[in-house]
């Protein structure tokens, strides 16, 4: 996923080379940010999963539950800041988790709650931000509340809307107001150009009657 990302965002910068070199700057910054944001989704699903591990080795149901609650609120943490995020996370941490049903299983044995908390985990769709954000009914069944993620976006869009609606009057505001101040300049101009050319014409008026009387 990492190479997909930084190679989708890399073509963007080629793309915005001809541009110059503030346009590749700003691409290259997008392409860093990227690389150090799908790190950490990494480096967190790497840490839960040598959590998960650690709690396998020592047979310790109780500890095994706690790793299991951090997973589930880092996927909530996630949703919150970005489904994306959510969906490449949830993607390794199942892949461990259907990996080790077995060994999973013997430690936790009859526990329905624990038991209950990874099913809950491996069976949320993660395949895409879609499908994830639309199992409303599995994510509240782990206490997570995707809906506020979806108000977030709602009243985001309602706001950028404002925004740009705004943005539209006071650039429509400033159009008027330096089209006038430009007519007004170039009215200016004329006048001035006007009076320098009457005068110019008095001049010669004058000078041409005094060739005429002999002065």
């Known amino acids: 996923m990492k190479k997909i990302l930084v190679l989708a965002l890399a073509m963007v910068a080629i793309s915005f080379a001809s541009c110059g070199n503030k346009a590749q700057k700003n691409a290259e910054e ?34 095994l539950q706690t790793a299991l609650e951090a997973i589930k609120a880092k996927v909530a943490s996630f949703i919150a800041a ?11 941490v199942q892949g461990f988790l259907k990996e080790n049903a077995d060994k999973i299983k ?26 994830l954000m639309g199992a409303g009914d599995a994510l509240k069944a782990l206490g997570i509340d995707a809906t506020a993620k979806a108000a977030d976006a709602v ?7 404002k925004d740009a609606v705004e943005g539209a009057k006071d ?29 110019e014409a008095i001049d010669k008026a004058a000078s041409d009657a005094k060739k005429k009387l002999g002065l």
Do not use: F, W
């Not at 009243?155 to 809307?161: D, I, K, P, R, T």
């Not at 650039?171 to 005068?199: S, T």
């Open 171 to 199: 650039a429509a505001v400033d159009a008027v107001k330096d089209a006038k101040d430009a007519a007004v300049n170039k009215a200016n101009e004329a006048v001035e150009g006007a009076k320098e050319k009457a005068g």
């Open 106 to 131: 013997a430690v936790i044995g009859d526990n329905a709650a624990i038991s209950s908390l990874v099913d809950g985990i491996s069976n949320l769709p993660s395949e895409s931000v879609d499908a």
């Open 82 to 92: 970005n489904p994306e995020l959510a969906k490449e996370y949830l993607g390794k």
């Open 30 to 63: 997008i392409i860093d940010s990227t690389e150090a944001v799908v790190e950490d989704v990494n480096a967190a699903a790497d840490e839960a999963i040598a959590a998960l591990s650690e709690q396998i080795e020592k047979n310790d149901a109780s500890a």
């Open 155 to 161: 009243e985001g869009a309602v706001e950028g809307a």
